[in-house]
């Protein structure tokens, strides 16, 4: 009954809810969840099911009485060995040693390891990263881009047809002030070292000069409105700060093993703001106030959105109303997902509810996070830049570097940097990952660096170890071949991991629904602590035959698992460290 490819729980939630269909044929049972959950202490059994407690509710009986009734109609599935009745009424359910033996095989012969493909005909579109050209890029946008990937390799791994659209800021007003100063006091030097913190003085100058003297302010503006005409010399420089922008970003991407599908700005829904706002007032959803043009979301518990500026241009508002009805009508996404940082929840929560309004029926995400406290030398949250946040990379790199040449001095100069690059790149990114992503996070190099914690060096090395149990096995019995024994748990610690296991294909579901992938964080750390017990207590290389093929091949899957599972967090996973 249960198949690989499909999730533990949904199959033994599905037969939950049949059986407690059966068991009351006359109650009206939508609206209650019959499912099950995975039991957090082994003493609740493997999975546990509530809905007893919660049919008693309803139906103003027992529970008790109503999980007796379930134990005595239900028909155990393959997988599950009893079930048992609990405290107010909770339903206990043990699988089976020989049922997840079975699933453990069926991993083992699947290159996704068990995930379901739920994304089947899906298309998800993530925007994320999204900086600003021209304007300071903060450690915002690396958490935007770090957080945003994991969550499309997540995606991707489930089967959806993902869209990764990086949607820049790439116009607006500021050009005005950029192209102005840039006329007037670029440094061509520093344009050529360090573009982007010279646009970014470039702008900060401008707009301050701006502030103070309005002349200035009206030259801007003119500059603006030739390039909103299409002058054509406006038009280059602009590209060529796009340009400038996009090629530092494109180096950083590619450090993080990022990459886009789409990189549609804003300038890309410029001439369809006017519709936009026509559509608006259509539909009834706008109105004139003070010269400007607004969308009224008091109704809704939400400050007023302008669509419309007194001076007749359009907003961040305006430009993403555009975007998702101009992303629904190309891709028909069922779900668009934005990554940012929480100080634009409003925004977001403004320009769904307005969406909701115009009836678009595409579902609307905002994952959003806090931002995260560096070593101030490093990286001011504040005034961060692209210089600095190489700096970042290149000291983890270097610390990393540090900690191979101690564990394996005996590897070449070159391997020790290769693995130092996947170790230092690892720990930037799983510190941002691992977190919840509502908390201010302080980062340090101690806790991002640390092997003995729930770091990424931690877990890469975890795995290295478990690679090395393979070749040792390889190296004593050459002419065995373990593929050909089955799986067998007899030990306590091993039964656990093999729990561990199977509930890999579960972890990846939740991380990618909840939009969350410190959930797959926290489950291969769980996992890797379940084979650190299973590795100190149960013989191996020393059991006898049989025991022994089947715990190599125990470890062969936790290492796949490792593995697949980092790669999801966009970490690598070195052979040696
Ligand atoms: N460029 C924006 C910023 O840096 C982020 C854009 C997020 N995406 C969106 N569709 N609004 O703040």
Redesign the pocket.
Known sequence: MIKPNQLIETQLSAWCAKTFTACLPAADLNGVNLGVNASRNEQFGDYQCDAAMKLAKELKSNPRALAQQFVDTADLPDLVEKIEIAGPGFINIYLKNEGLANQLTAMLGDNTLGLPNLGKNQTVII?YS???VA?PMHI??IR?TVIGNSIDRLYRALGYNVIADN???DWGTQFGLIILGYREFADMDALKTAPVEELERIYVTSYNMSKEDPAWRDRAKAELVKLQQGDAENRALWEKFIELTLSEFNRIYKRLDVAFDLYRG?SFYNDQLAETVEKLQQAGLAEESNGALICNLEDDGLAVAIVRKSDGGYN?TTT?IA?VASRTAEFQPSEII?V?DDR?QL??RQFFHICQKLNIPTKLTHVWFGLMRLPEATFSTREGNVIKLEALLDEAEARALEVVKKSSPDMSDEQQREVARAVGIGAIKYTDLSQNPASLVTFTWEKALAMDGNSAPYLQYAYARIASVRDKYAAKFPDINPDAFPIILTEEQERRLAIKLTRFAAAVETAARLHRPSVMADYLYDLSQAYSSFYQNVPFLKAEEGPRESRIRLCELTASVLKNGLALLGIETPERI
Do not use: R, W
């Open positions: 925007d999204s900086p600003n304007k915002g946008h935007s949607h820049l800021g804003e961040y993403d975007t934005y940012t634009q925004h977001f």
